[in-house]
């Protein structure tokens, strides 16, 4: 697990950064924000995030994720609006299609403003949109 990894590394090095991912179909916007935000701090500004929409089918199902191309990439979109104000430290009132935020905020804040870089691959043209 890569945040487990991440957390233990970070207090060890001091210029090494960390990629880890965030799974919009396995993870709330808010919990993925905090966990974001936690372990900026902790690495003291060293997080690269990268957004997983999915993977291979057979590991999507084995995740519990059993929703359409199409699908991953809405829930996708509409997570990153979410996390992206939550870690720009806007407290969120969200109704949406996949996700209801009531009162979404973080404590604590990332170190990097307004959040620590993202990295999102993908060449259909769904994940074109998304990326945009």
């Given at each position: 697990?890569?945040?487990?990894?991440?957390?233990?590394?970070?207090?060890?090095?001091?210029?090494?950064?960390?990629?880890?991912?965030?799974?919009?179909?396995?993870?709330?916007?808010?919990?993925?924000?905090?966990?974001?935000?936690?372990?900026?701090?902790?690495?003291?500004?060293?997080?690269?995030?990268?957004?997983?929409?999915?993977?291979?089918?057979?590991?999507?199902?084995?995740?519990?994720?059993?929703?359409?191309?199409?699908?991953?990439?809405?829930?996708?979109?509409?997570?990153?609006?979410?996390?992206?104000?939550?870690?720009?430290?806007?407290?969120?009132?969200?109704?949406?299609?996949?996700?209801?935020?009531?009162?979404g905020r973080l404590l604590f804040p990332p170190v990097q403003t307004p959040y620590p870089p993202l990295y999102f691959g993908g060449s259909s043209d769904a994940g074109s949109t998304v990326a945009a």
């Amino acid at each position: 697990d890569s945040w487990v990894i991440a957390s233990a590394l970070a207090p060890l090095t001091e210029r090494l950064r960390f990629l880890v991912a965030v799974r919009p179909g396995l993870q709330s916007p808010t919990l993925a924000a905090r966990m974001t935000a936690t372990l900026d701090r902790i690495s003291n500004g060293r997080l690269l995030i990268n957004v997983v929409t999915g993977g291979d089918p057979l590991e999507n199902k084995g995740d519990g994720i059993f929703l359409s191309h199409a699908e991953r990439y809405e829930v996708t979109q509409e997570f990153l609006q979410v996390y992206k104000r939550v870690l720009s430290g806007e407290t969120v009132e969200h109704q949406g299609k996949h996700f209801r935020i009531e009162d979404g905020r973080l404590l604590f804040p990332p170190v990097q403003t307004p959040y620590p870089p993202l990295y999102f691959g993908g060449s259909s043209d769904a994940g074109s949109t998304v990326a945009a």
